[in-house]
């Protein structure tokens, strides 16, 4: 069987653009049908009240506000301990941060 990840109600931010359909990237959103069936590229119907328009939205395009908020503290994390470790040369956390691939 088909699971969606959002359910109506569900309020989104919309993060890209992959069928390049003019989304408002960044924009809040609220998820207001869902179309089950599976068929569809674009399953999620969002109502974006900032500029009054509605789009079918594809699940790679959207994510809830909390999935971006800890990306975006990981990556300040990240880069808060790069800062370090390039301030105190310290290259056992610099190593740590970028490891070399595995040949």
Do not use: C
């Not at 599976?38 to 699940?59: D, E, M, N």
């Not at 990556?75 to 610099?94: K, M, P």
């Amino acid at each position: 069987m088909f699971s969606l990840r959002y359910s109506p109600g569900s309020s989104v931010l919309i993060v890209s653009d992959q069928y390049e359909f003019g989304l408002p990237l960044g924009a809040e959103a609220r998820v207001i049908e869902v179309d089950p069936s599976g068929f569809t590229a674009t399953p999620y119907l969002v109502h974006v009240p900032a500029i009054k328009r509605s789009y079918w939205v594809a699940t790679g395009d959207l994510r809830t506000a909390e999935e971006q908020m800890a990306d975006e503290a990981d990556l300040i994390i990240h880069h808060a301990l790069l800062d370090f470790a390039l301030a105190t040369r310290n290259q056992i956390l610099f190593d740590s941060l970028y490891p070399e691939p595995a040949r």
